[in-house]
């Protein structure tokens, strides 16, 4: 009898395979638009991922959170978040255009307008999708949510180089401009496979069904995670603004800045979090699972070991790319390798980044939406500040200070919060051995920096790494399924 690929298994796959076309559709768009293309795109994302953040009021999460602890009919969570979303969407959209005079005080160009005017059908189709794949990764789907991911990724990867052949001539505003139409429009495939999908699983005819004011509930706990998240994103906006102005006070020109920026969070950063959607897809796997067994210490905290026990690996994999092969992967990535020291001096610290979405669902789970606001605020307000007055000091080391500081904060408040809520032990028995090969792992590539090793060591802490895992997590599920059929 062949045994089945598990969800977990399956949207790791998918999760890397996605991760992989990312990461080569990043690296053909900087060779074809140069770095000062990607210096443009830099300044349109922050704005981009604003709209999206406002418009989508955490819909998603809310839709995972209210299905899976039950509060009420499918339905009625459904038809209730798609009232309000649709209501957020067309006032951001609105918002949007009739925003066109602030980009020339802002960015002295105009020009940020029209990528973003393009990406209005966007708006919409992003905040539904979002609204769908809650609905069923609360239900356990989580394969579908991934596929459609994965057509998104890969429509958005030929229709973007496909339409930048064919117009390879025109200049590079238009290039952009192209590279924002076949982002809107591989979130159409996404979307019109993921509603296929819904609508031959469940037959749902939300058009009639009261919701009885059951918005005022979607809305008391979406608010407080859309302003974690908007506080997040306006971090993340007014960042570069804030860097830009302290390094002009110490004298470096608007174009040496933005280029030094872009090389942190388009080069340097990329590379620190590459891994990262494991850890993402691990705690969106894992949510719906935690809100299930709020009640259940036993199960919350098997499930909390399986899910940090995958994240280490994930985590310390990362490290040593990032540590001891940075200059090469960025060389083979983007053909510029200048950005290898900031990977380098980064890295250390990216490793407890890795294990803050797993903080996050628990939190989530437990509707402990304002923690999150209060560490966000907290967070935010140290970095920025930090941001303005170590740059200012220190020129271009004292901002990745701020950002070094900035992720620490975050990591200690979110530990901490989770810790005091559910007092979370680990299970030493598992982790000591498992730490015994990552550390040796890590001394391995330390030493002996080579390709060849690290392929080999990858391989090996790899397999022993694998049969730990089954080793622990492995046999229970099996003897529980023995146990139900015997």
């Known amino acids: 009898m062949k045994k089945k690929l598990t969800n977990i298994e399956v949207i790791l796959i998918i999760g890397f395979i996605i991760k992989i076309l990312g990461l080569i559709y990043k690296i053909l768009l900087t060779r074809i638009l140069t ?11 922050p704005t981009l991922s604003l709209v999206l953040c406002i418009s989508s009021l955490s819909i998603s999460t809310v839709v995972n959170q209210n299905i899976a602890a039950k509060l009420n009919s499918s339905k009625t969570i459904i038809k209730s978040a798609f009232n309000i979303t649709f209501i957020s969407s067309s006032i951001t959209s609105i918002i949007l255009l009739f925003s066109f005079p602030i980009y020339k005080i802002i960015y002295q160009t105009s020009f940020v307008y029209y990528p973003l005017l393009i990406c209005i059908p ?23 949510t991934y596929i459609s991911n994965f057509f998104e990724q890969i429509s958005k990867f030929f229709m973007t180089f496909f339409l930048l052949l064919i117009f390879n001539k025109q200049s590079l505003e238009f290039k952009i401009i192209l590279c924002f139409l076949a982002l809107m429009l591989s979130e159409v495939i996404s979307f019109i496979y993921i509603l296929s999908k819904v609508k031959r ?28 998240q908007l506080i997040m994103t306006i971090t993340g906006y007014l960042e570069p603004l804030l860097f830009y102005y302290s390094i002009g006070k110490t004298g ?29 897809s691990i705690a969106k796997f894992t949510f719906p699972k935690i809100t299930k067994n709020i009640n259940n210490e036993t199960n919350l905290k098997a499930i909390l070991n399986k899910s940090f026990f995958l994240c280490i690996i ?68 140290v970095t920025l500040s930090l941001i303005a007055i170590l740059t200012y000091f220190y020129s271009f080391s004292g901002f990745l200070y701020s950002i070094i500081i900035g992720n620490l904060l975050r990591f200690v408040l979110l530990f901490i919060q989770t810790q005091n809520l559910i007092h979370f032990r680990p299970n030493y028995k598992k982790a000591i051995p498992l730490l015994l090969i990552l550390i040796g792992y890590y001394l391995l590539n330390f030493y002996f920096r080579s390709l060849s090793l690290l392929i080999l060591s990858t391989l090996i802490c790899g397999l022993l790494a694998f049969l730990l895992y089954l080793y622990f997590f492995g046999n229970k599920t099996k003897c529980s399924y023995a146990m139900k059929h015997k």
């Open 35 to 45: 770095i000062e293309g990607m210096r443009i795109m830099s300044l349109i994302f």
């Open 122 to 144: 966007l708006i919409y189709l992003s905040n539904t999708s979002g609204l769908l794949k809650g609905y069923l990764e609360a239900n356990n789907n989580f394969k579908v």
């Open 201 to 228: 699983k469940r037959k749902f005819r939300t058009i009639n069904v009261p919701t009885n004011g059951y918005e005022k509930n979607i809305l008391k706990q979406a608010m407080p995670l859309t302003f974690e």
């Open 252 to 280: 470096v020109d608007l174009y040496s800045a933005t280029l030094y920026y872009t090389k942190v969070t388009s080069y340097a950063i990329p590379l620190l979090i590459f891994a990262h959607f494991g850890v993402v």
């Open 314 to 381: 994930i985590a310390t994999f990362n490290l040593v790319i990032s540590s001891f092969y940075a200059k090469e992967t960025l060389y083979l990535m983007y053909k510029d390798s200048s950005a290898y020291a900031i990977v380098q001096g980064l890295a250390i610290f990216y490793f407890v980044f890795y294990f803050n979405p797993i903080f996050v669902v628990t939190l989530q789970s437990f509707k402990k939406e304002k923690r999150l606001l209060a560490t966000s605020i907290i967070t935010s307000i």
